[in-house]
């Protein structure tokens, strides 16, 4: 237990639907970071928060839409995805400074 | 782009040491040298982290070299439940867009009966 907890840990979606993953922390940090990890790849930073502010956007297509309504809480919102999207979603948080970050368990996302 | 070079995986007998060797030649003056593992499918652990000294905790220790240009994460007593991929990582001290944690394809160790 980390203290970063995502949902769902598994998701079914469609490529025609619209599904959202969650993470929250209640650790007091104040960045947050979604990142993508493909089958035998490493993770790829998708979005960075900081204060609720995204300040990094690596070139994610739009077809994933981030939304962090407060400090504690990051989504991913979903929509008309493609096969090649299926991956492990990881969420972690840190204070922003010389501190280590705290990893979710992921949401294993399957796209048919 | 990751900015550190480790071996693509190693082998470790139970109970011995695991040195696990990292470069990171073009290291900047405030950028410290994190290691995370992540054991298959879960979200990654942090390890340790340091800028120049050696550091220990009750995981394992990182040795860092004098000009900073390598570094060495060492699990004193390795046990099956260590098999993962280790990852080296330098990051700027803190703020900025370089903060950002960026990954490699780390070193797959391990831990043999």
């Known amino acids: 237990e980390t203290g970063v907890t995502q949902t769902p840990r598994h998701l079914v979606m469609g490529m025609t639907n619209k599904k959202s993953l969650k993470c929250e922390q209640h650790?007091?940090?104040?960045?947050m970071y979604w990142y993508k990890q493909s089958a035998k790849k490493p993770l790829e930073l998708m979005f960075v928060y900081n204060f609720k502010e995204q300040t990094e956007n690596n070139s994610v297509p739009s077809r994933f839409s981030p939304e962090c309504p407060n400090s504690s809480h990051l989504f991913l919102h979903l929509h008309t995805l493609q096969p090649e999207d299926s991956a492990l979603y990881l969420c972690?948080?840190?204070?922003?400074?010389?501190?280590?970050?705290?990893f979710g368990q992921g949401t294993r996302l399957t796209v048919v | 782009d990751a900015k550190t070079t480790q071996p693509p995986s190693m082998d470790c007998a139970e109970g011995r040491a695991a040195n696990l060797p990292c470069n990171h030649s073009?290291?900047?003056?405030?950028?410290?040298v994190y290691w995370y593992r992540q054991i298959h499918s879960q979200g990654p652990q942090y390890i340790i982290h340091g800028l120049k000294n050696n550091e220990t905790n009750e995981m394992a220790s990182l040795i860092i070299t004098e000009d900073r240009k390598s570094s060495t994460l060492i699990l004193p007593h390795a046990t099956l439940r260590d098999t993962a991929v280790y990852y080296c990582?330098?990051?700027?001290?803190?703020?900025?867009?370089?903060?950002?944690?960026?990954f490699g394809k780390g070193t797959l160790l391990t831990v043999n009966p």
């Open positions: 972690a948080s840190d204070k922003g400074e010389d501190t280590e970050a705290f």
């Open positions: 990582i330098v990051r700027v001290a803190s703020g900025g867009s370089n903060y950002k944690l960026t």
């Open positions: 650790l007091g940090h104040n960045a």
């Open positions: 073009t290291i900047s003056g405030n950028e410290y």
